[in-house]
């Protein structure tokens, strides 16, 4: 573990992420702290410029831009997560279950697995978000994390398969272990790095498929997200009014979050394959 932390720490890439990660963090939960007003509160003219008062501005409402960056942050970050934990527990105890068991079961996750990788989960994901009258954040993080856990289950499988017949996961068998012991006390420890690192880019993954589907207006209702704010200044021609302020800094947020989760799954990979540690 020690060895493991001194790795982590002199690598760069994890570093960098970690640092981004962190401001983004302490300034969306710091930020409504001090500034408790309502950030669906109309305060300007709509498309009013950055001002000393307000930093970056109103939207096309006349509401604090910046304020509503914070909380839209905070509100992606939480889709983010949900969806990552659903997509990554689905699709662990599914590549287990195929990989380990095999056979019939195999083949009907492989089937079903396959069957949602061919068909693109974006359009999985608008099909379902429009039968779908009523969508909170936690609905619409189901929905993303229900589109994104083949490919883990996939990985996990392959995994499990080449693990299911070594020495010490034979021993177990011969020692009279269940299958449910021999999976978790013998095997998941092997992959746990792997499960580690996919659960990482499926945050990522989750607030870029929440932002996608909410700019296309499929997102959660009655609150402010990234994606809906880049909704909006796309529906009220922020763009064409010249109001930046109203796209820019969403589009920078989206893509600093992002870029500081890659950064810190690179940086862990050089932990735990050797085979590409400088």
């Known amino acids: 573990m020690i060895g493991t932390l001194r790795i982590l720490i002199r690598s760069p890439k994890f570093i960098i992420g970690l640092a981004i990660l962190a401001v983004v963090l302490g300034t969306v939960f710091v930020y409504p702290m001090v500034n408790t007003a309502d950030p669906v509160e109309m305060v300007a003219s709509g498309f009013d410029p950055p001002s000393a008062q307000y930093i970056l501005g109103a939207d096309n409402f006349g509401r604090d831009t910046f304020l509503e960056l914070m909380y839209g942050t905070r509100t992606s970050l939480y889709v983010g997560l949900i969806a990552g934990v659903f997509a990554t527990v689905v699709g662990l105890v599914l590549g287990l279950a195929a990989g380990y068991i095999g056979g019939l079961a195999d083949n009907v996750i492989t089937l079903i697995t396959n069957m949602f990788i061919v068909i693109p989960s974006f359009v999985i994901l608008i099909l379902v978000s429009v039968s779908i009258n009523s969508r909170s954040s936690t ?85 402010v997200s990234l994606g809906i704010m880049m909704n909006w200044a796309l529906m009220f021609e922020a763009p064409a009014a010249g109001a930046w302020w109203a796209f820019v800094p969403t589009s920078l947020m989206i893509a600093a979050i992002s870029f500081s989760l890659f950064m810190m799954n690179t940086g862990m990979d050089e932990i735990f394959n050797p085979k590409i540690r400088n």
């Open 139 to 223: 609905v619409t993080a189901l929905i993303i994390g229900l589109t994104s856990w083949p490919w883990t289950a996939r990985a996990v499988r392959a995994q499990t398969t080449s693990l299911r017949n070594r020495d010490h996961v034979n021993i177990a068998k011969i020692s009279g272990y269940s299958t449910t012991k021999i999976i978790l006390f013998e095997i998941l420890p092997y992959i746990a790095s792997y499960v580690v690192m996919a659960f990482i880019l499926q945050i990522a993954s989750g607030i870029l498929s929440e932002a996608a589907i909410s700019m296309l207006g499929l997102g959660p209702y009655n609150t």
